[in-house]
């Protein structure tokens, strides 16, 4: 699709928000408006899938919804066959759910256009969907997918009359972009697109759901690149820490058969949970092809069932968190063969993941530095991973590029089969070009650490490959610039050249000096109150 038409799309989305901006703050509105999206996205989905199964114009929106409702019409029958169960089968074998006609977007927008809209039909219908998936596919994909959409709201409005409005005038803002003439890629991205603006507008809060697009590109570039085996299609994915979802996304986009890809993932804000979902749905992955899960990742373990092991591993956990390291844990298979249980959450993180690694995978995670080099219990953790040779890759990048956090972080890039036993440190962190208020990753400075990556030599000032024997003398510390020399040394000083410019500056003072005081000597003393005058 052209730019211009994408760059429109996501310009309108955007100004949907405005029937929300005022009322609330960002971190608010995108739970009305993100889950308004999402089911205006079902609601054209369903008619597509209609139109395909029945081989109609799905161009023609008016023509189809009339026999879309024909169709689901409990008294219709095309010969023997009642049309209601077989479109409603259908719909749930292509989709995963089903919208009764009274309830689809547009439907409500009618009801908004007559005056007869109450805030009521959209709760129902909300609900409705979730029971379509819950009692009659038994997948339950929907279930409290909008609970954040929360229809009674105050912050809607004081008053029903209030919240009809607000919901009403947000709605008719959305109905007014063609969704139906795009395919569910744009679609999607331009959700990416939201949310990384409300991420920017909603500071660090929002910012926790969302990896920038350029760090998601190294990633998803690293870890589909030259898999052991002999097999380069990644066939399973799994991130811990879901997000948004959007680094499982990424890493499809860098496979030959995106449609192999099966996708794991589990996040503990519930609410993040559901944008996940929806945010995987919207980018055309079906209900058949995800396993995500509401939960905490370190309190207990998951997947315990197969698949519980994965091509690749991606992760953005919260840097440096708290968590709970009671020694009761010293026993959990995740963490027991290194000897000491993480202080902080970056490596139970990594240990998790790393856990639920293949033999010929590969792991990209984003942490913070001081895992690196921090002592006490992690110095031995970290010993212990390079002694069994998983590390990779360490990979630093520039600061200020995440909407939640201003420091530097860093791509860990870890093996369980490598072919060699040393390790690549690239320091990336002046690859940037400078924003307003972040700095962005280029297209050119992610094609150089691609490329350093896949090379694997040194580069001076910007990669070194450490060998076994070097980490060891540098008491297994990791900490980049022990490996990446930076260093610009000034320039050397020519003392007789700095001698001759203070001795031609001496003469340059003097000389204006002599013409000053020439000047001064010319100069006839007034008396000013000579004449008269003042």
């Known amino acids: 699709m052209p730019e211009e038409k994408t760059q429109s799309l996501e310009n309108a989305l955007w100004s949907a928000a405005d029937a929300l901006r005022g009322n609330m703050d ?11 999206i999402f089911y205006r996205f079902l609601s054209v989905k369903s008619l597509k899938a209609f139109a395909e199964s029945n081989r109609m114009d799905e161009n023609n929106h008016a023509e189809l919804k ?22 409603i089968s259908s719909l749930l074998k292509k989709n995963g759910y089903h919208i009764e006609p009274e309830n689809l977007y547009s439907s409500l927008i009618d009801n908004i256009n007559d005056g007869s809209f109450e805030i009521e039909q959209l ?18 994909d929907f279930d409290g997918l909008f609970q954040d959409v929360d229809l009674h709201s105050n912050k809607l409005g004081n008053s029903i009359r209030q919240r009809n409005h607000a919901i009403s005038e947000t709605m008719l803002a959305l109905n007014s972009i ?27 809060k929002a910012g926790e759901f969302y990896t920038p697009r350029q760090v998601s590109d190294i990633i998803s570039q690293i870890v589909t690149y030259k898999r052991n085996g002999g097999d380069d299609q990644i066939r399973t994915i799994y991130d811990p820490a879901v997000g948004s979802g959007s680094l499982l996304l990424n890493v499809a986009q860098h496979v030959d058969r995106p449609e192999l890809i099966k996708y794991h993932g ?29 939960g905490d990742t370190l309190d207990k373990d998951w997947p315990v069932e197969e698949p519980y092991q994965f091509d690749a591993v991606v992760m953005n956990p919260p840097y440096s968190a708290k968590w709970d390291n009671d020694d009761s844990r010293s026993s959990d298979p995740r963490f ?41 219990r992690e110095d031995k953790i970290r010993e212990k991973l390079i002694e069994d040779n998983r590390i990779d890759a360490v990979i630093g990048l520039p600061e200020n590029i995440f909407h939640s956090t201003g420091i530097s972080t860093l791509i860990l890039v870890l093996k369980k089969n490598k072919d060699n036993t040393d390790v690549l440190f690239i320091d990336a962190s002046r690859e940037f070009e400078k924003g307003k208020n972040q700095n962005h990753i280029t297209e050119e400075n992610i094609a150089k650490i691609i490329d350093t990556y896949k090379n694997r030599k040194d580069i001076d000032k910007f990669a070194h490959v450490a060998s076994y024997d070097e980490i060891k003398e540098n008491d297994f510390n990791l900490n980049i610039p022990r490996y990446v020399d930076t260093f610009e040394p000034e320039p050397d000083i020519d003392i007789n050249e700095v001698k001759q410019n203070i001795a031609d500056l001496d003469a340059e003072i003097a000389k204006v000096q002599k013409e000053f005081d020439e000047m001064a000597a010319d100069l006839v003393e007034t008396d000013v109150n000579k004449n008269g005058k003042d």
């Open 336 to 376: 027991r063969d290194y000897g000491k249980l993480p202080s902080k959450a970056d490596f139970a993180f990594l240990l998790h993941g790393l856990y639920h690694l293949k033999e010929n995978g590969t792991m990209g995670i984003v942490l913070p530095h001081g895992v690196l080099f921090r002592g006490a």
């Open 178 to 204: 063609d969704l139906f003439g795009h395919n569910g890629d744009v679609l999607g991205d331009a959700y990416e697109y939201l949310i990384a603006q409300f991420a920017s507008d909603a500071g660090k």
């Open 66 to 87: 009339k026999q879309y409702t024909q169709f689901l019409d409990p008294n219709n029958m095309i010969g023997d066959i009642k049309t209601r169960e077989a479109t």
């Open 26 to 36: 960002a971190s608010d509105y995108k739970n009305y408006l993100l889950g308004l």
């Open 266 to 294: 589990q996040e503990l804000n519930t609410t993040t949970y559901n944008l996940a979902r929806m945010n995987l749905m919207l980018h055309g992955v079906s209900y058949e092809d995800m396993e995500l899960r509401n």
């Open 123 to 140: 709760e129902t219908a909300l609900h409705e969907l979730e029971l379509s998936t819950n009692n009659q596919s038994s997948h339950g």
